[in-house]
């Protein structure tokens, strides 16, 4: 595992605080602050999935009750975006949402449950393939933005693969 750099103590303001300060004439100016102060010397924020491993590709049935589960932890996060977006993209080049937010889930959210067999159910035109998938988790600034100190980086790294399972078909039959 990567060594990670040590963390960074920033000073922030609440949404909205007001700063007053007084210039050498004797005049005083107040202004309005509502965003945090990273400093350019802090890590990028990162993502890293827990569930499932991202050391392996998990397989995942497309069943009734049989929803998925993917979780996360922060690290270096040091302004917590307002919302993520959650995207499964599948090797065939379709993007579907992950989760009951048609995939944008609160940007403190460390889970979301994905009911696989629901979505499908509800979107016959647009049918889960069974393929491999890229999970995609990013903020605002799209799954594209660029690393930044403080700031959420995209994460693509998990893989894991969709199935339906077939009838069972019993041996006596000889098929």
């Known amino acids: 595992m990567a060594a990670h750099p040590p ?15 007084t210039s050498a004439t004797g005049n005083t100016t107040n202004s309005t602050s509502s965003q945090s102060h990273i400093p350019q010397s802090a890590p990028a924020g990162i993502l890293s999935i827990t569930q499932p491993p991202q050391t392996t590709i998990a397989f995942f049935k497309i069943a009734q009750s049989q929803p998925i589960t993917f979780a996360w ?6 302004s917590t975006p307002t919302s993520i977006t959650v995207s499964a ?5 379709n993007t579907y949402p992950v989760g009951p ?9 460390t889970s979301v449950v994905w009911d696989a067999y629901a979505w499908q159910q ?6 889960l393939a069974q393929a491999t998938y890229t999970l995609e ?4 600034r799209g799954p594209g933005a660029a690393r930044s100190p403080g700031l959420l ?17 019993p041996i006596a039959s000889g098929q």
């Open 153 to 169: 980086t995209p994460n693509d790294a998990l893989q894991f693969a969709l199935y339906t399972p077939q009838a069972y078909t």
């Open 101 to 109: 937010t048609d995939g944008v889930i609160s940007g403190n959210a």
């Open 137 to 140: 988790i990013f903020d605002s």
């Open 73 to 78: 932890n922060y690290s270096y996060v040091l």
């Open 89 to 93: 993209v599948c090797e065939n080049g």
């Open 7 to 21: 963390a960074t103590t920033i000073t922030s303001l609440p949404a909205s605080s007001q700063i007053s300060s």
């Open 122 to 127: 509800s979107h016959p035109n647009s049918p």
